[in-house]
């Protein structure tokens, strides 16, 4: 690679990682063509990008962007998962966690979350988050069980007093004579 090219993948890396949302650091040696094929396929569906890095040319696209704190961890072979969607991060998360447990040669060694760092066990952790719609839904719930709640009590008190009348009412009933 020239000066030129080096200087054009410099800027599209710098690119990538403005405003990404998260980046997860991989080691990729023992992996076959096929798997790494398979696994980018997987993460392109799930809206994220999986790139093989150039450690030097990656330390200097990192300068000055949200991920600059993983530059120490450039050592040997690595590849980057990124998103730009606060949305597919979990989702990225539990395709590298099940990729892994089902490919042993995966690595997963750190990322990068909104300026923080996490290891390959908080990785795991996110991975297990719900979906977010999912999230949505419980939230919401929590915040009507209120409501719902005290629109019961109201309910109640016209409900109990149309059982007592309808109760006085068949009381009426039995004890009034049978006209014949």
């Known amino acids: 690679m020239n000066k030129d ?35 980018r396929s997987q993460l392109r569906a ?16 990192y300068k000055d962007t949200d991920v600059e704190c993983l530059g120490s ?10 998103t730009h969607s606060d949305d597919d ?3 990225l998360a539990k395709i590298l966690v099940d990729f892994a447990k089902t490919h ?3 690595g997963l060694i750190k990322g990068e979350l909104q300026n923080q760092l996490f290891e390959s066990t908080d990785l795991e952790s996110l991975a297990k988050l719900p979906p977010r719609e999912e999230l949505l839904s419980r939230l919401l719930g929590t915040m009507i069980a209120p409501i719902s709640s005290f629109v019961g009590t109201l309910a109640a008190v016209p409900r109990s007093f149309l059982t007592v009348l309808k109760a006085i009412e068949e009381k009426k009933a039995e004890s009034a004579p049978v006209a014949v």
Request: aromatic share 8%; charged share 20%.
């Open 104 to 106: 042993p040669n995966l």
């Open 89 to 91: 991060v979990p989702a």
């Open 73 to 82: 961890d450039l050592v040997g072979p690595r590849a980057a998962v990124w």
């Open 46 to 61: 799930r809206g994220g990008s999986l790139k093989v890095l150039k450690n030097t040319l990656v330390r200097l696209a």
């Open 5 to 39: 090219e080096k200087a054009k993948q410099v800027a599209w890396l710098r690119d990538q990682f403005q405003g990404v949302k998260a980046v997860f650091l991989v080691d990729f040696q023992g992996l076959t063509v096929g798997e790494m094929t398979s696994l």
